[in-house]
């Protein structure tokens, strides 16, 4: 037996067949960018029939598919409410899905991207042998899969691990309503809106980055500028990684957790950050908790979400 995978993040889609120990069977991953409402889960029905009728014709069944969204899924009524996709404000992918599914005899399971972050990490990751372990994802967005006791998290609207809202800012800021305020100033899009700023108060900065168009600057040029000792980029991953930490003490201190997993897009090159964050988590956790807890990165990098879909697909949640 195998499952479909599906993990739609804002810029792109991956689909993949997963074998019952979570083997890639098969993987393709292609850019959503430009695609909105419709069109995107017109992608997610295509990659799904392109994977059935690979495996047609093989000695391997295929009746589950899990599908990981970015946003808030909300399980009540099936919308998916994802501010990065044009057209997905309170989508109604489950309905769009039904028809397609049933044609096709798939069962499917939807969640919240970063609930599939740690069931994958809970199923072939850094988690396997946790029962309190909470997945911090650092990306274009922010959010965290949170596990307590064995169960992950869900809320009344699915919405927990909604982590981009917290409040780390004490003066406040319009895009807060829609963005929240710690994916403002820490996500991979806040560290590019505070380079750019940055920049553009001090026309005659030194380094790398000041040599370039602000408009064309990327994340890798702000780390590999950070490398070379650039000035701008020191200043912005500083601030970056405290309030990585500190939004990191603030989970390990609601929920006492023995494990707080980085993952997504920028963990990546912000490994290498990982100790300078356990010490700033160390100034602002409960020191009980802060004594047992291990903070580490992700064991299955870009293909957290991946995993947790297949799994989600397996198990019953």
Request: one cysteine or more; proline letters at 3%.
């Amino acid at each position: 037996m195998a499952v479909i995978a599906i993990d739609l993040i804002s810029t792109g889609l991956t689909s993949a067949a997963l074998g019952n120990s979570g083997k890639v069977l098969y993987k393709e991953t292609l850019s959503i960018e430009g695609l909105k409402g419709t069109e995107v889960s017109r992608l997610i029905k295509g990659q799904i029939t392109k994977i059935l009728n690979i495996f047609k014709n093989r000695p391997i069944q295929i009746k589950s598919a899990g599908i990981s969204v970015p946003g808030i899924y909300n399980s009540k009524t099936g919308c998916v409410w994802a501010p990065n996709i044009e057209g997905w404000d309170e989508y109604p992918l489950k309905q769009d899905m039904k028809p397609f599914l049933i044609e096709h005899g798939v069962n499917v399971k939807i969640a919240n991207n970063r609930t599939c972050y740690i069931l994958g990490e809970m199923w072939l990751g850094a988690a396997q042998k946790s029962r309190n372990a909470i997945y911090l994802s650092i990306g274009k967005g922010i959010g965290a899969g949170i596990l307590v006791d064995g169960n992950v998290l869900h809320g009344f609207n699915d919405g927990v691990g909604a982590a981009g809202w917290l409040a780390l800012s004490d003066s406040f800021h319009p895009e807060f309503k829609l963005r929240g305020s710690f994916e403002y100033l820490a996500s991979g899009r806040g560290i590019l809106n505070s380079t750019r700023a940055l920049l553009s108060k001090k026309k005659d900065s030194m380094g790398i980055l000041a040599q370039k168009n602000p408009d064309e600057i990327t994340l890798m040029d702000i780390f590999e500028a950070y490398r070379q000792k650039d000035p701008t980029a020191k200043k912005v991953l500083q601030q970056s990684r405290k309030y990585w930490g500190m939004a990191a003490a603030n989970l390990i201190s609601l929920f006492n957790p023995e494990l707080i997993i980085f993952g997504g897009s920028l963990f990546g090159p912000a490994q290498q950050f990982l100790d300078e964050i356990k010490a700033e988590t160390a100034r602002w956790a409960q020191p009980l908790f802060m004594k047992n807890v291990k903070i580490l990165g992700s064991q299955l990098g870009s293909n957290a979400g991946l995993i947790g879909a297949g799994h989600l697909a397996m198990k019953k949640f």
